[in-house]
């Protein structure tokens, strides 16, 4: 089954916040002092935001920090005071500004997208990728610029944290819109060698590598048949014989076109490299569980469960592999255990309703057939609105 998105800094302030500050306190519960003068304001607020049209950045600056001073309530103001300071690379300051932002409209996508490329510009990757899914989740008020560079960044944040299957999910947008930039070719690779760097930061000497990587996944997710897919996979594993990134990601490609013995040779050169690779093992047992060669799949399972003991595919395929072998309590243990592990997966909870039937526990079939049923019709609702893509090049990423 398949795993189942970034920037043009010109978002105007006017899409992202209200115009109107939050409401006063009551007068009894805070100190009488003059209002502003509403026509200053308003003089210092329109200049700014002409100043920042026009890519007047250190004036713009002047003229929202003024007017944040006679109106700190001023939200679309701050934004737009996050907007500059970025352009200007202040990115510790921008992010103060977008952190309170979000603080007073927890849900503006834009606010958690823009502070989130703030962490990634000051390389704190994990709070990155938290706030630019977070945003990408709320919504980017259809910017679809700022979008393509928050998916972008999302999408190589995925692979640094070894997010490989989810991240490809998010690149194949790319390729499929013929974006073929040297970030994307380059995040490509990284993600379809499983590769866990930002583009920029792996080590020179497989820089190559990774671009001839890239340069087939996108020539694949254009068109599987595609010649020039073939022959940069071809050429991928030529020069680099040794890299098991390069053998794991043709052997993918090779059972997409189902040459499926061709394949399994690709992932057994894998291990004969890399012995504690966990998705050539599975690869390979769920391949056989497929023909019904239960007996040669265990191993391959039973290796990759004790490898990654917290990777919930290792136990969903050595559970269902067990199950077909008639070791019902250890498959439903096992089964039980992907299922903590990966909660929405919909085959886990399909394979444990069968093995509940097998040891007739009634009520637990229900409940698991109940939960098959119900992540199943979520699953079809995303494939119905394009969320989802139906072209797995890797069926068994270890960290999703």
Known sequence: MSATLLIVLSLLASQLAPKSP???APAASRPKAPAPSSKAFDDLSRRAQEAHAAQKLDEALALYEKALEMRPGWTEGRFGLGTVLYDLD???DARTAFRRVA???PESGPAWAFKGMCEFQLK?????LADLQKGRLLGLGGNANMKTVVDFHAAILLTRFEHYEVAREILRDFALGDKDSPGVIEALGLAGLRLPYVPGEAPAEKREMILIAGR????FTR???SPAARFAFEELVTRYPEEPGAHYAYGAFLMTLNEVESGLAEFRRVLAIQPTHVPAMLQIALNLLKQGDFSQALPYAEKAALTEPDFFAAHNALGRIQLELGRTDEAIEHLEKAARLAPNSAQTFFALARAYQRAGRTEDVRK????FMELDAAMRAELMRGQTQDLPLDPVSPKE
């Open 90 to 92: 202040r990115h510790r």
């Open 103 to 105: 603080a007073e409209q």
């Open 124 to 128: 704190n990757y994990e709070q990155a």
């Open 223 to 225: 068109n599987r048949y």
């Open 368 to 371: 698991a057939r109940e939960k």
């Open 22 to 24: 939050p409401a006063p």
């Open 216 to 219: 087939a996944l996108f020539h």
